[in-house]
């Protein structure tokens, strides 16, 4: 029972550990406080110490291959390397809720690792980056409700200590503004112990900006907003100051989420998961290392000289200035590294380091590499040709491509056909029958085929059309047939383009694919309600050429068939061509000549029970025969008795056309 019960919780453990990468609907950013944050990082070891904070910038250490305690890439911050096995060899094996006793490290899946952070206490409050931005400068909409002349340029010289700022005692105004500093103790002590008096035009960073933040009364300074606003839409001047619009929504949302402005000043540096900034070893024994671990060892390096600098603050004012610096550009080089934000760009061997915000945004960025597109597990690539002989929900496939894609159900099919199961037999399937393509591929991936939706996508993907669901069918070639009409919907031509293609695995994805995004549910415009689905260009051009006759011919004697077999058996062995007015003669019983406001019409089934009118053109009688004669009309030559005064009874019907319009006629019979 014991027993059970342990397989029990390890198998709940795992599924748990499953779930946490399937388990997100959405992202939602928020701010979260230096203490919630501290907080959320730490962990509680056995001994009652926390973990979570590092202490050195070592990676690995080259004698055993093992990351340092306390560095970038700690198993005790991040977890164990090796599954269920702690640092020092003492455990091997699950253990629920273990913490080794001698190396802290938890019992664990290395999964972990790709989540767990760890964070940097940091010596001096350094401001987020991301609030300083010239269009949603969220600092200056608060510290502007209260100082009007302050300015962001202002911001900056304090924030990255470019000038001095003026002296409190000179500037009331000013002075009332950073008032709250006199509440600050250890700045106080600071002060004094250094000789030196908030009068001053010494004044530490990003600390003045923190203080004066969190002492805001956000009430009080949205009732005086609203109180201007009124006094502007009175004035009918309201669309001269937008920017009270804006400050308002900022400051009012600040307050219904119950976030205090402070925070967007940091004092703890969180640090990413160790597996997505991994380190990698070459063949040489050499490691290297992703580029943001040099950021987060230079700014460990900047905020630990700071740290022992300002044991003697009195001594060492400029050096601690020039580390403020340095770090709070570090900082900013680790969120955004962007080229030309302020000219602070980290490069490393003369290239330049992608902070994070590189890392999510664009095209190689988290949310649209790893993130977006979860559901879509398999693709390819490959340039697009027309194929008018297909369904609209048909597309033609590349073997090469659909043995790809569909090779892991390929060998799913294989396993529960031929029970193969041991190792030997798995290599077999795989050196011989996968790698040489052998004929029972072609057949499985048929059978396969058949139960599947794919995806067509053409990029730019700007509306639901550049992403359409079809029914593939394995070809030969190495490109991707299309039916023609659908290029209006995916904005492409036969130039070159390509196509990628998408194979959905979940019956979710399967389901939707196979009723919400084929091409027959496309056939209207959502913008304006136009037909998406018709012939444009070359396919009219197409349609005009196969319908072409030419008026003057040279040919003396028309060629005639019996049948269109005959016909089509005469153009393939090129006795006759595309356009070459021919006649085909059609059965009496397939013609139905009938009288409408005294026009004669004519129905043929063999032409779609398409409905002609006849035009008469001349009668003639064949040879010497006394009640024989041939009519000729605008759509052919009809053979008839004559019973009595114009009236005849026909018994043969020529038909004029050229093998193109026979063809445009079979494709639109298809």
């Known amino acids: 029972m014991i027993v059970m019960n342990k397989i029990f919780n390890l198998k709940k453990k795992i599924q748990k550990i499953q779930k946490i990468h399937n388990s997100f609907n959405y992202l939602r950013l928020i701010i979260i406080s230096s203490i919630n944050l501290k907080n959320s990082l730490e962990k509680e070891l056995p001994n009652g110490n926390f973990n979570g904070e590092l202490k050195n910038s070592e990676t690995i250490c080259l004698q055993n291959n093992r990351p340092f305690i306390g560095g970038l890439f700690c198993e005790q911050i991040f977890g164990p390397i090796k599954n269920w096995t702690c640092q020092c060899g003492k455990y091997v094996g699950f253990l629920d809720n273990k913490i080794c006793?001698?190396?802290?490290?938890?019992?664990?899946?290395?999964?972990?690792?790709?989540?767990?952070?760890?964070?940097?206490?940091?010596?001096?409050?350094?401001?987020?980056?991301?609030?300083?931005?010239?269009?949603?400068?969220?600092?200056?909409?608060?510290?502007?409700?209260?100082?009007?002349?302050?300015?962001?340029?202002?911001?900056?010289?304090?924030?990255?200590?470019?000038?001095?700022?003026?002296?409190?005692?000179?500037?009331?105004?000013?002075?009332?503004?950073?008032?709250?500093?006199l509440i600050n103790q250890d700045l106080e002590e600071i002060y004094?112990?250094?000789?030196?008096?908030?009068?001053?035009?010494?004044?530490?960073?990003?600390?003045?900006?923190?203080?004066?933040?969190?002492?805001?009364?956000?009430?009080?300074?949205?009732?005086?907003?609203?109180?201007?606003?009124?006094?502007?839409?009175?004035?009918?001047?309201?669309?001269?100051?937008?920017?009270?619009?804006?400050?308002?929504?900022?400051?009012?949302?600040?307050?219904?989420?119950?976030?205090?402005?402070?925070?967007?000043?940091?004092?703890?540096?969180?640090?990413?998961?160790?597996?997505?900034?991994?380190?990698?070893?070459?063949?040489?024994?050499k490691y290297i290392a992703t580029d943001i671990n040099e950021i987060y060892k230079f700014i460990f390096f900047q905020n630990f000289f700071l740290f022992n600098l300002y044991k003697n603050y009195k001594y060492y004012i400029t050096e601690i200035k020039f580390l403020t610096k340095s770090l709070q550009e570090g900082i900013d080089a680790l969120f955004d590294n962007s080229k030309g934000l302020k000219k602070k760009n980290f490069y490393l061997n003369n290239n330049l380091i992608k902070g994070l915000t590189q890392r999510l945004s664009g095209k190689q960025g988290r949310f649209r590499f790893n993130l977006l597109g979860k559901r879509i597990n398999f693709s390819g690539r490959s340039v697009i040709i027309p194929e008018p002989l297909l369904k609209i929900n048909q597309c033609g496939i590349p073997f090469e491509i659909l043995f790809k894609i569909f090779q892991p159900l390929l060998f799913n099919n294989?396993?529960?056909?031929?029970?193969?199961?041991?190792?030997?037999?798995?290599?077999?399937?795989?050196?011989?029958?996968?790698?040489?393509?052998?004929?029972?591929?072609?057949?499985?991936?048929?059978?396969?085929?058949k139960n599947y939706i794919i995806l067509l996508n053409r990029a730019p993907t700007l509306h639901r059309y550049s992403v359409q669901a079809f029914n593939p069918?394995?070809?030969?070639?190495?490109?991707?047939?299309?039916?023609?009409?659908?290029?209006?919907?995916?904005?492409?031509?036969?130039?070159?383009?390509?196509m990628a293609v998408h194979l959905p695995l979940y019956f979710s994805t399967q389901f939707e694919s196979?009723?919400?995004?084929?091409?027959?549910?496309?056939?209207?415009?959502?913008?304006?309600?136009?037909?998406?689905?018709?012939?444009?260009?070359?396919?009219?051009?197409?349609?005009?050429?196969?319908?072409?006759?030419?008026?003057?011919?040279?040919?003396?004697?028309?060629?005639?068939?019996?049948?269109?077999?005959?016909?089509?058996t005469a153009f393939y062995q090129k006795k006759i061509f595309l356009h070459t007015p021919i006649l085909i003669k059609y059965?009496?019983?397939?013609?139905?000549?009938?009288?409408?406001?005294?026009?004669?019409?004519?129905?043929?089934?063999?032409?779609?029970?398409k409905i002609i009118e006849i035009k008469i053109f001349k009668l003639f009688k064949i040879n010497n025969s006394i009640n024989k004669y041939?009519?000729?009309?605008?759509?052919?030559?009809?053979?008839?008795?004559?019973?009595?005064?114009?009236?005849?009874?026909?018994?043969?019907?020529f038909h004029e056309t050229t093998i193109g319009r026979l063809l445009f006629e079979n494709y639109l019979l298809i």
């Open 101 to 181: 006793e001698n190396c802290n490290v938890e019992l664990i899946d290395t999964r972990v690792r790709r989540y767990r952070m760890g964070y940097i206490n940091l010596i001096t409050p350094i401001t987020h980056i991301w609030y300083l931005n010239e269009n949603t400068n969220y600092i200056l909409f608060f510290l502007q409700a209260i100082y009007k002349t302050f300015s962001s340029i202002d911001l900056e010289n304090i924030i990255y200590l470019k000038t001095e700022i003026p002296d409190l005692n000179e500037n009331q105004e000013l002075y009332s503004f950073f008032n709250p500093l």
């Open 473 to 498: 069918i394995i070809t030969l070639g190495k490109v991707i047939q299309l039916h023609p009409l659908l290029c209006a919907g995916f904005n492409a031509d036969f130039d070159g383009d390509q």
């Open 514 to 568: 196979k009723n919400l995004i084929k091409p027959i549910y496309n056939l209207l415009s959502l913008s304006n309600g136009e037909v998406i689905l018709k012939p444009s260009q070359d396919i009219i051009i197409g349609c005009y050429y196969l319908t072409l006759m030419f008026s003057k011919n040279f040919y003396k004697i028309y060629k005639w068939f019996l049948n269109l077999d005959q016909a089509f």
């Open 630 to 653: 041939f009519l000729l009309t605008n759509c052919g030559i009809f053979i008839c008795y004559l019973l009595k005064n114009n009236t005849y009874e026909i018994i043969d019907f």
């Open 192 to 285: 004094k112990s250094s000789n030196l008096n908030y009068n001053s035009k010494q004044i530490i960073s990003s600390e003045l900006i923190k203080i004066a933040l969190t002492n805001l009364n956000l009430k009080f300074i949205i009732k005086n907003i609203r109180l201007k606003i009124l006094l502007l839409i009175n004035n009918k001047e309201l669309f001269l100051n937008s920017f009270l619009l804006k400050q308002l929504r900022i400051i009012e949302s600040f307050l219904l989420t119950k976030t205090n402005p402070s925070w967007m000043i940091l004092t703890i540096l969180s640090i990413i998961p160790p597996t997505l900034r991994p380190i990698l070893q070459l063949e040489n024994g």
């Open 587 to 609: 059965p009496k019983k397939n013609l139905k000549l009938f009288i409408i406001d005294n026009k004669i019409k004519l129905t043929n089934i063999f032409l779609n029970k």
């Open 414 to 449: 294989l396993f529960k056909k031929y029970y193969f199961f041991n190792t030997s037999q798995i290599l077999y399937i795989q050196n011989c029958i996968f790698q040489k393509k052998k004929p029972i591929i072609w057949n499985i991936l048929t059978k396969i085929i």
